[in-house]
């Protein structure tokens, strides 16, 4: 006859294994099975108005490495530097201390915007998805429009000159010497970014950065 010890482990086992079954079918088995049918998007198609904006932000601040390592700012190059910028962000680790998931708890909206949802994630520049569990730094899933370029740039040169107690380190081979000179990656990681929560109605209104409204105002230069 099994002791009571053995019972109470043989009903502790049977409870987590039910626990994890139960897990398992709600955060993997349901959500396949309601967006089966939402397709994944591309790149090229999650493109939208605020990262273009962005994208000629960055030409008009650095037009010489822009031109060098860019050329035009269209929604195909657009499309084209994104991927380069996420692959960056994952090659240097930055999901290592940055999440990207603002979870429904600890007043956690309030701190980084709204929680997302399952389709926010369907689309090639999610993939891997990077929910992330630590936090030496803040959630970056509504990070875009929050800083300017300019702000970005530096932080990855020197980023204690921005934030002063920061733990994160330089990263200077996104430059071509200097701050003002973001090669290739650098452009596509500012990008990139600048891109996550573009499709937010929250997103910050672009007309208040200053280097486009001039162009703007000056068409000729």
């Not at 006859?1 to 993997?28: D, I, T």
């Not at 269209?74 to 996420?86: F, I």
């Not at 689309?123 to 300019?150: W, Y």
Request: hydrophobic share 35%.
């Amino acid at each position: 006859m099994m002791s009571v010890l053995e019972k109470r482990s043989a009903v502790l086992l049977g409870a987590g294994l039910g626990m994890f079954v139960l897990a398992f079918a709600s955060n993997a088995i349901v959500p396949l099975v309601m967006y089966r049918d939402l397709p994944e998007q591309t790149a090229l198609e999650v493109v939208n108005q605020n990262t273009l904006y962005q994208l000629e932000d960055l030409r008009l601040r650095y037009r010489e490495p822009f031109e060098q390592h860019v050329g035009q700012a269209t929604n195909e190059t657009c499309a084209e530097l994104l991927k380069t910028g996420r692959q960056v962000y994952v090659a240097e680790g930055c999901w290592h201390c940055h999440s990207q998931m603002v979870r429904p708890v600890s007043n956690e909206p309030l701190r980084w915007g709204p929680v997302p949802n399952s389709p926010e994630y369907q689309n090639e520049l999610q993939r891997p998805v990077m929910f992330g569990t630590r936090r030496v730094g803040p959630d970056l899933s509504r990070e875009g429009g929050r800083r300017s370029n300019d702000w970005h740039a530096v932080h990855f040169w020197q980023p204690n000159t921005v934030s002063p107690h920061t733990r994160m380190p330089r990263y200077p081979w996104l430059f071509d010497g200097s701050p003002d000179k973001p090669n290739r990656r650098g452009l596509g990681l500012i990008l990139y970014v600048q891109w996550l929560g573009s499709w937010l109605e929250s997103y910050p209104a672009y007309e208040d950065y200053v280097p486009l409204k001039q162009q703007l105002a000056n068409p000729a230069e």
